[in-house]
């Protein structure tokens, strides 16, 4: 079975891309909404992403939304701690996906982080 995790160097959820993600308004706060646009720089990509080492440059200070855990994905989207899992996972996949590509460097090191433990 697969574990969700992060793997590092990816940064697609990094894309936040307003477009892309019409439902925003459904699961963030008006609050939270504002800053979620805030954060769009050029291309999609969040203003705090370091594209040159895809990393965040505000990763312990990030908002909540850019959170992955049982008990924000369960305020957020009324995912069960019991789907959390199979739901983040699929959630990184299409992100990727969108991203990068189905078939990219991006894609297979995740797909093969996923499935070590």
């Excluded at 993600?21 to 050029?42: H, Q, T």
């Excluded at 705090?48 to 994905?73: A, G, L």
């Excluded at 959390?84 to 297979?108: P, T, W």
Aim: glycine fraction near 6%; proline fraction near 3%; hydrophobic fraction near 30%.
């Amino acid at each position: 079975m697969a574990t969700w995790r992060c793997v590092k160097f990816c940064g697609a959820c990094c894309h936040l891309e307003p477009r892309d993600r019409p439902d925003l308004d459904k699961y963030l706060s008006s609050e939270e909404l504002e800053l979620y646009l805030s954060m769009v720089g050029e291309g999609g990509w969040c203003k705090h992403f370091d594209r040159s080492t895809r990393e965040c440059t505000v990763y312990e200070r990030r908002p909540r939304f850019c959170r992955v855990k049982p008990d924000i994905f369960q305020q957020m989207y009324s995912v069960d701690a019991a789907e959390f899992n199979d739901f983040a996972i699929e959630c990184c996949r299409q992100q990727i996906q969108g991203v990068y590509g189905k078939n990219s460097l991006e894609m297979h090191r995740y797909n093969t982080e996923v499935s070590k433990f």
